[in-house]
DNA sequence: AATGCTATCAACCGCAGCTAA
DNA sequence: TTTAGCTGCGGTTGATAGCAT
């Protein structure tokens, strides 16, 4: 049996857990008989629960941990097995394209994580509402921002999903890319967001009626529809036959259409403030370092965006994803 | 090197819904 | 119909690693 015992005195003993950990565990000899284990696991009880249920099957926890040999509650089984050691959970820095997806599937059905965990195969409810929790809140949370908000929303479709868009397409790219990027919004070229690096790849969402808009890097006007009309907001400079990561984006977008509507006059250019170590991945952080000066921007209280931005009547809308 | 702070994530808790007795 | 037990879900906590000072 793995359990790496480093000392062990009459009450405390530390033990290095399968996390890699070093666990501390006071106990009593009236815990030991009588109570059941809290805490870290160690690889006895893993090693206990995995074997246990490779044989019986898993499901009626409470019967299987006292079948087990475990000392513990059987929700607790259930949890470990379920968060941590069942076969099939992936493991690693959620990507890109599940990111995108955590944020399409909480904007549609809230703090559902089973349900959107059901759709992150290998992903746990627990590992979604941390990641929310720890990164995309914090980021309300420092910009002042309410998450679930309406201006939150704002900005996790205006600002973090086109970063992790345009992040999936650098992935899918292992030319050298340059730290140049851009956000772009220019009045005479129709109402655009658009993500751009300088070796071409752009990424632009755009309001539906107003198609057309400018690839940053050449200047060329550029004008791409998908065939699917739900599909117009989503606008890529390469065509989409040579740019198979959009093809992927449209698919994972056709069912979760919506619009991102900014004003007119919305122009930021930021040259170096997130390139790709800030594409590893922080969008909403990288929106501190854009210059908001010359909007209408409260740093504190209710606003924090442009307000013609956030009276924009046809954001995020549910019921199209 | 020591200390404090922050981020992350495993694990626990309380509650609600379901089911069988 | 009631009740007790079980299961699953979402919120919260605590341990610890890593970073900053």
Redesign the pocket.
């Known amino acids: 049996m793995n359990m790496y015992h480093v000392t062990h005195t009459s009450s405390i003993s530390l033990i290095l857990?399968t996390?890699g950990?070093?666990?501390?565990s006071k106990t009593t000899k009236k815990d030991e008989e009588n109570e059941l284990r809290?805490?870290?696991?160690t690889l006895e009880e893993d090693s206990l629960l995995i074997h246990y249920i490779a044989r019986h099957g898993e499901?009626?926890?409470?019967?299987l941990a006292k079948s087990a040999g475990l000392k513990r509650t059987?929700?607790?089984c259930?949890?470990?097995w379920l968060?941590?050691l069942k076969p099939d959970i992936k493991r690693g820095n959620l990507t890109p394209q599940e990111q995108l997806l955590i944020l399409e599937l909480h904007s549609k059905w809230g703090?559902?994580?089973?349900?959107i965990a059901q759709h992150l195969p290998g992903r746990t409810?627990?590992?979604i509402?941390?990641?929310w929790?720890?990164?995309v809140q914090?980021q309300a949370r420092q910009l002042n921002i309410e998450s679930g908000s309406k201006r939150f929303i704002d900005a996790v479709k205006c600002f973090w999903m086109p970063r992790l868009l345009q992040k999936m397409e650098q992935n899918n790219n292992s030319s050298p890319i340059s730290d140049h990027s851009s956000i772009t919004n220019m009045n005479n070229f129709g109402n655009s967001i658009e993500a751009s690096t300088s070796n071409s790849i752009s990424t632009s969402f755009n309001v539906p009626s107003q198609r057309g808009f400018i690839d940053a890097s050449s200047g060329n006007h550029v004008s791409t529809s998908f065939n699917n009309p739900s599909l117009d907001f989503l606008q890529f400079s390469q065509p989409l036959e040579t740019s198979e990561t959009s093809k992927n984006v449209a698919n994972m977008f056709e069912n979760n259409v919506h619009n991102c509507q900014i004003q007119d006059n919305f122009y930021i250019d930021d040259t170096n403030s997130y390139g790709l170590e800030g594409l590893s991945f922080d969008p909403l952080s990288s929106m501190e370092n854009y210059d908001f000066s010359q909007f209408d921007f409260q740093t504190s209280g209710n606003g924090w965006m442009v307000d013609n931005m956030a009276n924009s009547s046809n954001l995020w809308n549910m019921d199209a994803m």
């Open positions: 857990n996390t950990t070093l666990a501390m809290r805490g870290p696991w499901g009626r926890w409470n019967m059987g929700k607790s259930r949890l470990r968060n941590y703090n559902r994580w089973s349900k409810d627990n590992e509402k941390n990641y929790r720890t990164r914090k």
